[in-house]
């Protein structure tokens, strides 16, 4: 059940949800070099509300594209999370964003979960199953 009902951060659509195990960011379509600021604009807000026991969960079940804007977005909040010993884990990612993370050498940064947070919680079984 959420603490907080779900807002966007950044007016991009980008929801996210502090729930009891997790804090979920949940972009929408493409995160380019427009929209990657509202994602770290999100990022950040979900950082505000994780902690070492409550990661941020990325579901990306509904982005359909993602460049280098995005993942250095993705790349710089990773680094402000692991200050505070906070883990952002990657949900869903579609085979874009996956030969994204894979070309750059990011892959092995983020946990990956082969299936989007549900009842908020983190999908159970082998989480990173996808790598």
């Known amino acids: 059940m959420p603490e907080h ?25 493409e995160i380019d070099i427009e929209t990657a600021p ?11 509300h994780a902690s070492s026991a409550k990661p941020v969960v990325v579901d990306c079940s509904r982005l359909t594209f993602c460049d280098s804007s995005a ?25 874009q964003l996956r030969r994204l993370l894979e070309m750059t050498g990011a892959l092995p940064l983020f946990p990956v979960d082969p299936d989007p947070p549900a009842n908020g919680r983190i999908p159970t079984g082998h989480p990173d199953a996808m790598r």
Request: glycine share 8%.
């Open 38 to 48: 509202s994602l770290r604009l999100a990022l950040a807000e979900a950082l505000a």
């Open 71 to 95: 993942l250095n977005a993705l790349l710089a909040e990773r680094r402000t999370a692991q200050e505070t010993g906070t883990v952002i884990r990657l949900a869903a990612p579609n085979r």
């Open 5 to 29: 009902p779900p807002r966007e951060a950044g007016g991009n659509g980008i929801a996210v949800d502090d729930l009891d195990h997790m804090v979920a960011v949940r972009p929408v379509g």
